[in-house]
């Protein structure tokens, strides 16, 4: 078993002009094929009027991931970060970071995926924005 923490954002695509995202971090022990317990789990909310690029998701991965009281590797999937090599994200981090690999990692950023757009949809309703 190992401590990770799956992160996922949703809405990286402009909406009325602006781009409203959503970044959920799933801190939990998985193995190797499944995900033995969710520990804890950070959501934040960003704004911008540019879209993202790299250096701004680093950015939003650190920020929600402080939130948490719990250390483990960040997992994101290759295209959150633009399918740069790992050895390049890996060094915008402040902790370790790699791109998800077994069926536990996929599993749990699964959750991390339903986390973010859920609060995005929950964000778009009460801002009244369809």
Request: hydrophobic letters at 40%; proline letters at 2%; aromatic letters at 8%.
């Amino acid at each position: 078993m190992f401590d990770i923490i799956a992160v996922d954002i949703s809405g990286r695509h402009k909406l009325h002009d602006q781009y409203l995202m959503v970044c959920a971090a799933v801190a939990a022990s998985v193995t190797a094929d499944h995900v033995d317990k969710v520990k804890q789990i950070a959501i934040r909310t960003f704004r911008s009027k540019e879209a993202p690029d790299v250096h701004n998701v680093v950015k939003m991965v650190e920020n929600t991931v402080s939130e948490l009281k719990f250390k483990g590797t960040i997992v994101t999937e290759s295209g959150d970060m633009y399918n740069k090599p790992q050895w390049v994200i890996d060094s915008m981090f402040f902790q370790d970071f790699k791109y998800q690999e077994s069926m536990g990692e996929r599993r749990c950023m699964e959750l991390a995926h339903h986390v973010s757009l859920g609060a995005r949809k929950l964000l778009l309703k009460e801002l009244g924005i369809r």
